[in-house]
């Protein structure tokens, strides 16, 4: 390799690694500050909604515990209608039984009416009869004692207690119902009970963007999406049957940032769980979509270090072309001296636009 060669090579690489290098780091930092602006949007809406949510499940609990202290709910301990002997499938008629349950459906139903978002009021004592708002058809031989709700309220008789969400189909529409233990004197003497829709608040998940193609889905902590703003075919099922593939990234719990291909799209995402109702809310945005910002920048920094890099090899080969010049002419003349019989009587001169060099004459042992 010449001088030449080799000076070209050395201002490339004074010039050019610099270049690149900024320029790594300039898009590592603009992706990562990408990312992370995503996480905080997404984590600010979710906790938001979990706000809401939270609030509405607290007076839900409220409402709850309000009917199991109401005297007209109390005084329907006993005799009201029971549905255990029934051998087939009867239309439930609170207003011609009983005045106590004549007056408890009516507490229902004029706390249902004034209520949005409530499915279903129920009570049911420990003599097995049972009130319903609204009224429907009740199954043969229906017993509420043995209905899990009804025991889920025994299991905890101060507090109301949440359970776990069902897919109601003719709603289309999520359920949860909240239920407590009815207390006359200080025993235990039925459950009351409430079935709320989550349509309203599972709607403002659906209508959540992040973004242009970001959005988030709801998992209870029963492993069912309750939620999916973009499969609704998703409604209700098991994550691990719908989604593996994210589901396998929710059993690692809450991340930051996780990368995910759904559909054969990437996807960024982050999980955030609800402290007080255990479920979950996801985000998930494309990748493309977070990154543009960032590929855009490199762009631009790809074409201003190819304008410079044009610049600078321009440069590199004047400079390097001048600063070879008086090596070059030095070398040549010590090789012409090499090959004229090692003569050191010979002046060498090496010239340049800015200085000329010349060598003295060395004497020899006869011109002392």
């Not at 409402?63 to 499938?89: M, P, W």
């Not at 009970?193 to 959005?215: A, F, H, N, Q, W």
């Not at 010590?334 to 060099?357: F, N």
């Amino acid at each position: 390799m010449s001088v030449t060669q080799k000076l070209r090579w050395a201002f490339f690489a004074a010039i050019g690694l610099p270049l690149i290098i900024i320029t790594a780091i300039v898009a590592v930092q603009t992706r990562y500050f990408s990312v992370e602006k995503f996480a905080e949007a997404s984590l600010r809406e979710a906790t938001q909604i979990d706000n809401n949510f939270d609030m509405f499940f607290s007076e839900i609990a409220k409402d709850v515990t309000f009917l199991t202290r109401h005297q007209s709910v109390t005084n329907a301990q006993r005799g009201i209608t029971s549905y255990k002997a029934e051998q087939k499938s009867v239309e439930m008629d609170a207003l011609s039984g009983p005045d106590n349950e004549k007056i408890a459906y009516q507490l229902f139903e004029k706390f249902g009416d004034t209520h949005k978002g409530i499915a279903y009021i129920y009570m049911g004592n420990d003599e097995g009869g049972y009130i319903q708002w609204p009224q429907g058809n009740v199954g043969a031989g229906y017993d509420p004692r043995k209905r899990p709700w009804y025991q889920t309220g025994l299991t905890n008789t101060n507090e109301a207690i949440r359970t776990d969400a069902y897919y109601w189909e003719p709603d289309d529409a999520v359920i949860v119902s909240t239920v407590k233990a009815i207390k006359v004197a200080g025993a235990v003497t039925g459950v009351q009970g409430m079935d709320v829709s989550l349509k309203g608040l599972t709607e403002i998940v659906k209508k959540i963007r992040i973004g242009e193609t970001g959005y988030l889905m709801l998992v209870e902590n029963t492993g069912k999406i309750l939620a999916d703003a973009k499969n609704t075919k998703n409604m209700f099922k098991p994550i691990d049957e719908a989604l593996p593939e994210l589901s396998a990234q929710l059993s690692q719990g809450d991340q930051t940032v996780f990368e995910i291909n759904i559909e054969g799209d990437d996807y960024f995402g982050v999980v955030y769980t609800s402290p007080q109702l255990g479920w979950k809310f996801v985000s998930l945005i494309k990748q493309s979509e977070v990154l543009a910002s960032t590929n855009q920048l490199i762009f631009s920094l790809i074409g201003v270090c190819v304008l410079l890099m044009i610049g600078f090899i321009a440069m590199a080969i004047y400079l390097s072309r001048l600063f070879a010049r008086p090596i070059k002419e030095v070398s040549y003349g010590l090789e012409s001296i090499a090959q004229g019989g090692g003569d050191l009587t010979r002046r060498l001169q090496a010239s340049s636009k800015d200085e000329q060099v010349c060598w003295p004459e060395v004497l020899t042992p006869s011109s002392r």
